[in-house]
Nanobody, 123 residues
Framework: QVQLVESGGGLVQPGGSLRLSCVASRNVFITPNIMGWYRQVPEKEREFVAS???????NYTASTKDRFIITRDNDKRAVFLQMTDLKPDDSAVYYCYKEFPLITENGRPKRSWGQGTQVTVHT
């Protein structure tokens, strides 16, 4: 079980920026692994935002591509999401996750989640 602690959420005006951080608890270094972000709005399903593998391969959803940048610091077991040009539709609870593709649980890759951090984009 990996513990993830997120920070950096808050209230920002449209067009503003926020930087989310997520730090994983210490454990053995297992590769490959993926760290990234999902977000969830009330009454909607949790949706993928961005991810990055331990070797730096990034993936973004179309709605955030070119506005959000995901980075990692593997030594610190951390992942960051630099969000710019934020829009009201970006408002959501953002959840950090860490996934170990080669460690399966119930037939699926093992994934740990943070408790979430609220991002609100509003005038």
């Amino acid at each position: 079980q990996v513990q993830l602690v997120e920070s950096g959420g808050g209230l920002v005006q449209p067009g503003g920026s926020l930087r989310l951080s997520c730090v994983a608890s210490r454990n053995v270094f297992i590769t490959p692994n993926i760290m990234g972000w999902y977000r969830q709005v009330p009454e909607k399903e949790r949706e993928f935002v961005a991810s990055m593998t331990n070797n730096g391969d990034a993936n973004y959803t179309a709605s955030t591509k070119d506005r959000f940048i995901i980075t990692r610091d593997n030594d610190k077991r951390a992942v960051f999401l630099q969000m710019t040009d934020l829009k009201p539709d970006d408002s959501a609870v953002y959840y950090c996750y860490k996934e170990f593709p080669l460690i399966t649980e119930n037939g699926r890759p093992k994934r740990s989640w943070g408790q979430g951090t609220q991002v609100t984009v509003h005038t």
